[in-house]
């Protein structure tokens, strides 16, 4: 029996299910939302009082933080030498700078006024700080962080690619389970009948449309892209994927870009890696990563796809 | 001459009285029953089946006004599947019935059985 849960969290709609039996099974269920609350109480940007507007208000001084934060921090240095520096949470500075203010639900409106959210427009220095330039430092058995005065940290993709990961492994014990984070997908294996679990890709041209649907078992799905997150800062349209080589919203005409790897954490740096390449360097560096696959939807409306992609493709 | 007076032989009415009582009676019962019987049956309705090539239901239509409405086996589902036929209400393929799980969710038809809607949608934050 497949139960499941529906809620909003981190500026977006989440979706957890769990094919069990057990009567805990829908208890447990119920607990995903206050999970999420607590982890975007560490994590979120936008609020005033979470420990990372606190670690960011305090930049210059060592603090110690959570063990939440301390998890999501270690991923994301994992997942920026990974990347070989393409995928940085030191872009915040840049996403104000781009018109990335406050939580996406509340931009429509300044959109259609075509507003630049109050901010001034001057331009970033045309770099963005690195790990390498010690911006930061650490310290792994007391957990502390220090970072440079003019440093500032966005946890952003891995924050919900975390999240979704480690609610699905809180659900496991109970069944197979699914965590659908605004997009990004932890899936802890086949549904109890051994069918996969049947996940859509969303159209990026049609609201509610769907181009594909996949068959998945264990792995982590996630779309990257710039078709939903975008807004007018004076007569440019500016999106939330930085390209840390330039401090500006990457210039690709990759729309949206869907990735299937071993877990969602590796498929949101993947999926957002491609993004910023482009199309033509995005699927070269896929068809190098072994076990990740992925599917390009590019601003032409063409589709591009790596080699194994359509062995998830349910016929 | 010391002849045999021989005397004709007198029929013997006794067991012949019997016997045509027997016959009697044996096709008397057979008539009865026979009668008793075919009443019977008219009254159950017990005639002429035919089924209905609109849907999945088998009538078996009596004589009177009322009849008798048989749920019917669909063909076309797997048992047990979502949207069989269940409690005697045949099943419409034209409308997807909800499941708990999202299959056959904003009308899917018997074609498209073997790819359900989705559980989840992967797609940009949103």
Known sequence: MIHKKQFKAMGCQMVAGLDSKSKRAAERLAQVPVWFEEWEAVLSRFREDSELSRVNRSAGLEQTVSSVFWQVFQLALETERRSGGIISPLVLDALLQAGYTQSFETLPARMAAGSAMGYPAAALDGRIHTMDEALIDWDGASHSIRLAPDAHLDFGGVAKGWAAHTAMRKLEIYGSALVDAGGDIAISGLQANGQPWPVGIADPFQEGGQVDLLKAGRCGIATSGTDFRRWKQGKIWQHHIIDPRTGNPAKTDVLSATLVATDVIEAEMAAKMVVILGSRDGLSWLEDQPGIEGLLILENGNKLNSRKFSNYLWE | ?126
């Not at chain 2, 005397?7 to 019997?18: A, F, L, W």
């Not at chain 2, 009676?25 to 019977?40: D, E, K």
């Open chain 2, 1 to 126: 001459m010391n002849q045999k007076k021989s005397h004709p032989r007198k029929p013997n009415t006794g067991m012949r009285g019997v016997k045509y009582m027997i016959l009697s009676v044996g096709l008397t019962s057979i008539l009865g029953f026979w009668g008793l019987f075919s009443r019977q049956a008219a009254a159950a309705g017990l005639v002429n089946p035919s089924s209905s090539g609109n849907n999945n239901t088998l009538y078996l239509q009596p004589s009177g006004s009322n009849f008798i409405v048989l749920p019917a086996v669909p063909t076309l589902v797997p048992q047990g599947a979502p949207g069989s036929s269940q409690g005697g209400v045949p099943f419409n393929f034209n409308q997807a019935p909800q499941s708990s799980f999202g299959f056959f969710q904003n009308g899917s038809s018997f074609g498209q059985f073997n790819r359900p809607s989705p559980f989840a949608t992967t797609r940009s934050s949103r």
